[in-house]
């Protein structure tokens, strides 16, 4: 956590990591271990990158041991609040995409049992380049592999990215982005490791249909 020995303390894991390269499933980060040398713990309306000297080890840890070429998993940290009702800021799940589903019965159980703090947070994870997620839940487990499926879209765009071999930008096949082979080589790939261990969705299935499929 301290900023001035942080980089050697890093330095020294990675090698070692790389020393049991092969005896290394997962690299985890544990936030409430970090947050007690300050004496912080994250409420459930905010996610740990919320958190500034949270967020700030997170990105140190992916910047030395996330790295492609080295290939380690970086594990997201764990999300410990159980269903709580008590809110201080508005809500963090959109309407429309429930609403075009026909299920705001589903956004309204969501945020009654306070996941959409949870499902903000592993979207950011995955953003951050973090995989997968610590769990103290039975309830939590079915919600962050839902979130963790690959899209039709995702798994297009790294089709089209690992086809191409010499080069080059072109438009996503969803017409929404562009693809550029090379700087999007590494993502392409993870992004199929994710979808041989998560699986992926048909075109018309979206991320509410996967989180009605989660939840009883």
């Not at 980089?7 to 271990?33: F, Q, S």
């Not at 609403?99 to 592993?122: I, M, Y």
Request: no cysteine.
């Amino acid at each position: 956590m301290h900023r001035e020995s942080r980089t050697e303390a890093l330095a020294d894991v990675h090698d070692l990591l790389l020393e049991r390269r092969d005896d290394v499933l997962a690299v985890r980060i544990g936030a409430t271990d970090l947050s007690s040398v300050y004496g912080l713990r994250r409420p459930s309306h905010l996610t740990v990158y919320d958190v500034q000297v949270l967020a700030s080890v997170i990105g140190d840890v992916v910047n030395v041991l996330g790295r492609a070429r080295d290939g380690f998993v970086v594990a997201g940290p764990v999300w410990e609040h159980y269903p709580d009702s008590d809110r201080v800021f508005r809500t963090q799940l959109r309407t429309t995409p429930f609403q075009e589903a026909g299920d705001l019965r589903l956004r309204r159980q969501l945020l009654l049992e306070g996941f959409d703090g949870l499902l903000r947070e592993v979207t950011l994870d995955r953003a951050n380049g973090l995989t997968g997620k610590t769990v103290i839940h039975p309830r939590h487990v079915p919600l962050v592999h839902a979130m963790s499926v690959v899209s039709d879209e995702e798994f297009s765009d790294a089709s089209d990215v690992l086809a191409n071999a010499t080069g080059g930008v072109a438009a996503s096949r969803y017409g929404n982005k562009m693809n550029e082979m090379k700087p999007h080589h590494a993502w392409a790939e993870r992004t199929m490791l994710r979808a041989r261990a998560f699986g992926v969705a048909t075109p018309d299935v979206t991320y509410v249909d996967l989180l009605e499929r989660s939840l009883p």
